[in-house]
């Protein structure tokens, strides 16, 4: 196995490949994903919720692009499924720390189990029931 590939890297069909764009996009597009991986350690406060969906759709739209277009372009579509799985994560870790609790708990701001807007609406819903039973 390893001879062929030797034998491909020394003829001209590997030389066209490394001299066209279905290398270097994908070797340049290659820069999203690391930097998607990279964010994966950062703290949930700074992950933008929209920017992140962008970025996963986009992946996902030139994942199918690098699949249908001929010759399959393999180097492209492994860079986009890592960027849309890295954005996946990160859109999980925003919608954990922003609305499911996740940022309640890290401040200590956890009261029963519950955040801030459910308290809300609880006392909301008490007080409506103290003013329907004092009619």
């Not at 070797?27 to 969906?53: F, Q, R, Y």
Request: hydrophobic letters at 40%; charged letters at 20%.
């Amino acid at each position: 196995m390893a001879s062929t590939f030797f034998t491909w890297i020394r003829s001209p069909a590997a030389r066209e490949y490394f001299f066209s764009t279905h290398f270097w996009g994908p070797v340049a597009n290659w820069g999203l994903p690391i930097a998607a991986l990279a964010d994966l350690s950062k703290d949930e406060e700074v992950i933008s919720g929209s920017m992140t969906t962008a970025l996963g759709l986009y992946s996902m739209v030139f994942m199918r692009f690098a699949w249908r277009v001929q010759p399959r372009n393999y180097l492209l579509l492994a860079c986009h499924a890592t960027n849309a799985t890295a954005q996946s994560i990160q859109e999980t870790r925003f919608v954990n720390y922003w609305y499911y609790g996740g940022r309640e708990k890290k401040y200590g701001l956890d009261k029963d189990g519950q955040g801030p807007v459910t308290q809300a609406i609880e006392a909301a819903h008490a007080e409506a029931k103290k003013v329907e039973d004092a009619k």
